[in-house]
């Protein structure tokens, strides 16, 4: 190891001392590992291509041109209010620690648990899609005893590279990042040289075959684009692992959506011009894969949602890897029934072993609860814009309060009120607009698990639950003992 990565680690290291914890967990991801593990998550190939018939049937062509690029710059401000807090609080507790240092343990505590929620749905979302595609193109029925052991298959292939795995996953992560561009890239180009194109008047087609109200169907179409545009925050949760995280893990937010956000528009144009008749490829089961082979036949239109299936593979990996960084975190700090068990380290391979196993089992279990999968990624996407908007709200008080004063590296200076309002302005849209129908059930179950974290508030946790080790409030405020704030 050069002496110049050895100071940095050593700096690395006293930070995180100077947050309240010892290093644990293995770091060595530099900036690009960082974020590619975000931009692996957000998929295009995954969020955009498994969602392509929802789009397609509630607002057609209309919501690929306009919606995509609105929700883009939306969750732009949602990013770049994270990435803030990241810079300033670079650790494996991510949300949950900002939330509880800026606003007390109980806003700690209920971030925390919406954030566990939401990753236990996205990754039930991802590799669930990826069981129906891998289904389609076996040529099985769509049925849940064919997609579920495929479900289970692909779950534990995720949580052993993990396990044993920490280097590899990274390495797994950067090759990723470079698949999903070329993947897209291979796509498009495709798409040009060889499909039938409609003329580009035809993004501006409205159409929807689920609802009489277009405006309605539009709103519920965003769900794709959404959707696609979550787990972002996997670039804070891998602080601890990354090398110089003040900076490395905020660009790793914010670029991982912009770039997402380019990528994946090129590529949703390019398949919605290859369409050539509207109303059959939104009837189909498989919009995407009907697209796909129409347009360029079945054995290339074929290779090429193999290529996708390949992306949903990897988006996958990196989602339960944020999500047991997530769930170690916060057991660390007592906030989870075996919290001793879960807050574990293998000593062997320096990962979250337990954490892991028990994030890819719950993640089983989402899918055998909600059973459709416009629920699960419906649930994850209001889980986890609920857990983004508590610490974008605190933070923001914090800082006029003047509570939060020393900030990091990347930091939105006097650009911060607005960015963040706007932030919370769009968080409150997505809450509401996914939990009509026909998200009711996300809505039910979102609401159902809210009582549920009242109640165990309440009975168990308001008694015994600190937070994290250190915070940004006066004694009185984060009910600690003097000498625990930082400084």
């Known amino acids: 190891m050069d002496a110049d990565k050895k100071h940095q680690l050593d700096a690395d290291a ?81 949300l949950y620690h900002w939330s509880a240092m800026l606003g007390g343990p109980r806003v700690g505590f209920f971030t925390a648990w919406l954030n566990t929620i939401g990753q236990f749905a996205i990754t039930a979302g991802i590799d669930y899609g990826l069981a129906e595609f891998l289904v389609d193109m076996l040529g099985w029925p769509r049925e849940r005893g064919y997609v579920l052991p495929v479900y289970a298959a692909i779950l534990l292939s995720h949580a052993v590279l993990n396990h044993v795995g920490v280097r590899a996953v990274a390495l797994l992560n950067n090759l990723s990042a470079w698949y999903h561009v070329a993947g897209v890239a291979v796509m498009i180009g495709a798409l040009v040289a060889f499909a039938p194109r409609q003329d580009a008047a035809f993004l501006l087609t409205r159409f929807s075959s689920e609802s009489n109200i277009y405006t309605y169907g539009f709103l519920i179409g965003l769900l794709q684009a959404q959707w696609t545009f979550t787990g972002y925050d996997a670039s804070a949760h891998v602080s601890e692992e990354t090398v110089d995280p003040t900076r490395n893990a905020p660009w790793g937010i914010f670029l991982s959506v912009a770039v997402s956000a380019v990528v994946g528009y090129a590529l949703l144009v390019g398949v919605t011009l290859a369409i ?57 700090d007592g906030g989870l029934p075996g919290s001793t068990h879960l807050a574990s380290v293998s000593p062997s391979f320096r990962s979250p072993h337990v954490a892991i196993w028990v994030s890819v089992a719950a993640a089983f279990g989402v899918a055998i609860w909600s059973g459709a999968y416009a629920a699960m990624v419906a649930l994850s996407t209001l889980a986890l814009y609920a857990s983004y908007a508590v610490p974008i709200w605190v933070g923001m008080r914090a800082r006029r309060s003047g509570a939060w004063s020393h900030r990091g590296p990347w930091d939105l200076g006097r650009f911060s009120t607005l960015v963040n309002g706007v932030a919370l302005t769009w968080c409150a849209v997505v809450m509401v607009l996914f939990i009509l129908p026909p998200n009711e059930l996300a809505g039910y179950t979102f609401a159902g698990a809210l009582a549920l974290l009242i109640v165990y508030w309440a009975a168990s946790q308001r008694h015994t639950f600190v937070g994290p080790k250190v915070t940004l409030l006066a004694p009185h405020q984060s009910g600690r003992v003097p000498g625990s704030e930082i400084c």
């Open 276 to 332: 050539g008749n509207l109303p059959a490829a939104a009837a189909a089961p498989n919009p995407f894969l009907y697209v796909l082979r129409e347009s360029l036949g079945p054995a290339l239109g074929g290779a090429l949602v193999w290529i996708a299936i390949g992306a949903m593979w990897f988006c996958g990996l990196s989602s339960v890897t944020s999500n047991s960084r997530m769930l170690f975190a916060f057991a660390r």
């Open 14 to 94: 006293a930070q995180l001392q100077r947050l309240g914890y010892a290093q644990q967990l293995l770091r060595d991801m530099g900036g690009f590992s960082n974020f590619a593990v975000s931009f692996s998550i957000i998929s295009i190939l995954t969020g955009a291509v498994t969602l392509y018939g929802h789009g397609l049937r509630f607002g057609g062509p209309f919501v690929m041109a306009v919606g995509w690029p609105l929700v883009a710059v939306m969750t732009l401000t949602v990013a770049a209010s994270l990435a803030q807090l990241a810079s300033s609080f670079p650790t494996a507790g991510a």
